[in-house]
Each structure stands twice: as C-alpha cells, then as structure tokens.
C-alpha cells in the first residue's frame, strides 16, 4: 500500500484541533483552515505544536503606547490571506508606532515577526527599537531595492521572501528574566512613507515563527494540531515499513516525533537532535539526524517486525533496536497521543509497505 500526498493523505487522516489556523502556499499567500480541519496547501500538511499571539492587535499599527502623526491607515492594501487588512503609513507622517507588550518574569525566548511589501521603489522597512528590555534590536532599516538590511545595530532580522512580493520578517530574543515587556516599534521611513504595507504582527514564546495567529484586541491561542489515522484496516501491525517525507521542521528535540502512538516509550519514528538519547523507560537510537532545523525537505525511514525497529533520514547510516512497537491501535502523524512533540513542519508525503525492508533499503528510499 502507497499512500501520496495530496489524494491520499487526507483521506486517510482525521485533524483534533480546536481552533482555526493558517498554513502558507509556496507563492507565499496564505490560507485559512476552519478548527479540526487538515492544514494542506501545496507546501504539504502543516502540524504545529500550541502557540499564542501576546500581540492584542495582529493587523493594525501598534497602537498601546504611541502612534504616529497622522496616525496609520488601516485596510489599504490586500493581505497575504486575500483580504483588505494590512496597513500603512500616510505621507509625511512622522513618529512612531509603539505598543509594549508585558512579559512574566522568565528566562524564555520570545519570538517577533510581521509581514511587510514594498509597494514602490523607495521604500524601506524600518525600527528604531525592537525586543525585551536589555536584549533588544536598535535602529534596524531594510532596504527593499536592494534587498539588504541598510542599517543594523545589535543584530539583525531574519528575513523569508515570498513570491507574492510579501516579506515576513522576524527575530528571536531570550527574556531578560525581567519580566517587564516586548517592545514593539515601526517608524515610517522619511520621505517615503506611504510605500510599505504592513500586516500580521506576532509575538509568541517559542525560539521561531509559527504561522499565522490572528488578534483582534486579545491574545489569541492557536491549539496544536493532533494529525491520527481515521482507518488503520491496511496496517500490518506486526512487521511493515513507512517513509514519510517532511519539509521545514523547526527547532527539532529529543523525542520529535514523525509517527507516534498510543505508547509513548517507544515511538515508532522519531528524530532527535541527540543521538542514543535516553527517552522514558527505555534509550532508542534516534539516527544520525543531525540537530536544528531541517529547513528543506528531509525523507525519514523505519522499518519495524518482531525483533526491533530500523531508521534512516536522508539516506544517513541506519541504527537498530531490538525494542518492539507498542500499541498500534491508533497512529498519530508528527505528534505524540498528546498532541505534544509536535514536529513543527510539514509532511509533504507518506508511503508505506506491509514488510520490514532491510538497512540497505532504508538508506536507498530516504537517499
């Protein structure tokens, strides 16, 4: 049995996901997606873990502590999702956009970014004060005719160019364990004001950018995506072999898993940044799967029968145990039973046989 995304995939598959949510496409415009419904665009199925926009205001200027004169226009320009919300700054305007944002008092990373498009030549994307307290980014222009940061002071930002003309801007910053607050700052660019759009504004803890959380005067909670197989009638639960091909998996731990089930000390495909690590009551050889984030698209391997499992990543040298898989009953994709270890990316294609492949075969499927 062969089962290939896009038919396939989502046929088989059942979402647990208690809030809408956005997945981008590859031109970079993204798509909205009611709760428990499958995230699948043509850049794969996306599964996240649980995040939350602390930013009240997603699509308008920050606004909590300071705006500009004259203040912003709101709904000037189509967004990345289609619709008329981003914003932008009229001519001449002078000032600046503000809001900070409270923070608890930890040692935690928090993460920025936001959506901007040059809308004519000239026009730059720009803040004077960006982050936590202490740890923070000054005076950081972007210049889009050059597609170079111009200026930049205490760092830089992180930058994804889209195919729609769109930028999605973003940046990290480890609280201070201050716990006062996030900075928030947007400035229009003198003489040039009026040419940038900006949209989709988040801060979230975590140590990079989930995908889109809409606010509208509120923190908002995306909930995690809990990918299951709705019928598990082709699976051979004593011997078999899946390939699953992933794509832009953020921030892989210990324990990330590819496919998971309803016993949590042995997976049945996992990815570490660690490997042999010990995970619970037992130690599973993750495989030589490096560590970080597989930014482009990675092929992960397992083959499991009696008398253990197998696994290979991109075409690397397989490792064994001799650990059996445990209850099979039900099968979750890039996740754990809980909703947890969430591989934070895409699954762009899963294949499977009814019989344990060798080592050999392993290494040529993910090569």
């Known amino acids: 049995m062969s089962c290939k995304y896009?038919?396939?995939?989502?046929?088989?598959?059942?979402?647990?996901?208690?809030?809408?949510g956005w997945s981008e496409r590859a031109d970079g415009s993204l798509q909205k997606f009611a709760a428990g419904e499958l995230r699948i665009t043509d850049k794969g199925l996306l599964i996240e873990e649980a995040r939350t926009n602390?930013?009240?205001?997603?699509?308008?200027?920050?606004?909590?502590?300071?705006?500009?004169?004259?203040?912003?226009?709101?709904?000037?320009?189509?967004?990345p999702d289609g619709t008329?919300?981003?914003?932008?700054?009229?001519?001449?305007?002078?000032?600046?956009?503000?809001?900070?944002?409270?923070?608890?008092?930890?040692?935690?990373?928090?993460?920025?970014?936001?959506?901007?498009?040059?809308?004519?030549?000239?026009?730059?994307?720009k803040s004077v004060a960006l982050g936590i307290n202490t740890n923070n980014l000054?005076?950081?222009?972007?210049?889009?005719?050059?597609?170079t940061a111009s200026i930049s002071y205490w760092g830089t930002l992180n930058v994804e160019k889209f195919a729609n003309g769109w930028y999605r801007f973003s940046r990290t910053f480890t609280n201070d364990g201050a716990g006062v607050r996030f900075t928030v700052r947007i400035n229009p660019y003198a003489g040039h004001e009026e040419k940038v759009a900006y949209w989709g504004i988040q801060v979230e803890?975590?140590?990079?950018?989930?995908?889109?959380?809409?606010?509208?005067?509120a923190t908002m909670t995306r909930?995690?995506?809990?990918?299951?197989?709705?019928?598990?009638?082709?699976?051979?639960?004593?011997?078999?072999?899946?390939?699953?091909?992933?794509?832009?998996?953020?921030?892989?731990?210990?324990?990330?898993?590819?496919?998971?089930?309803?016993?949590?000390?042995?997976?049945?495909?996992?990815?570490?940044?660690?490997?042999?690590?010990?995970?619970?009551?037992g130690s599973y050889n993750y495989g030589t799967f490096g560590s970080g984030t597989f930014s482009e698209s990675a092929k992960h391997a397992v083959g499991y029968s009696?008398?253990?499992?197998?696994?290979?990543?991109?075409?690397?040298?397989?490792?064994?145990?001799?650990?059996?898989i445990g209850d099979l009953s039900s099968l979750y994709l890039g996740s754990d039973d809980n909703a947890v270890l969430?591989?934070?990316?895409?699954?762009?294609?899963i294949s499977y046989w009814p019989e344990r492949k060798s080592d050999a075969e392993l290494q040529g499927l993910t090569t």
Do not use: M
């Open 205 to 217: 803890q975590g140590s990079f950018p989930s995908s889109r959380i809409k606010t509208s005067g």
């Open 84 to 125: 008329l919300t981003s914003w932008s700054f009229p001519t001449g305007a002078t000032g600046v956009c503000q809001s900070n944002i409270t923070l608890p008092a930890d040692s935690e990373d928090y993460t920025f970014s936001i959506y901007v498009k040059p809308l004519a030549a000239g026009g730059r994307f």
């Open 54 to 79: 602390l930013n009240p205001y997603s699509d308008i200027a920050p606004n909590l502590n300071s705006v500009t004169t004259p203040p912003p226009l709101n709904n000037t320009q189509t967004a």
């Open 223 to 281: 909930a995690p995506d809990l990918i299951s197989f709705s019928d598990l009638s082709w699976l051979d639960t004593a011997r078999g072999t899946f390939l699953v091909e992933t794509n832009e998996i953020e921030n892989v731990v210990a324990g990330t898993r590819i496919l998971g089930s309803n016993s949590p000390d042995t997976p049945l495909c996992v990815i570490s940044n660690a490997k042999s690590a010990s995970y619970n009551s």
């Open 138 to 147: 000054y005076s950081y222009e972007y210049d889009f005719d050059t597609d």
């Open 6 to 20: 896009p038919i396939n995939l989502a046929s088989l598959l059942s979402c647990t996901r208690l809030t809408s």
């Open 342 to 349: 969430n591989i934070n990316g895409r699954i762009k294609s």
């Open 306 to 324: 009696a008398s253990g499992r197998s696994i290979s990543s991109n075409g690397g040298t397989v490792d064994s145990d001799s650990t059996l």
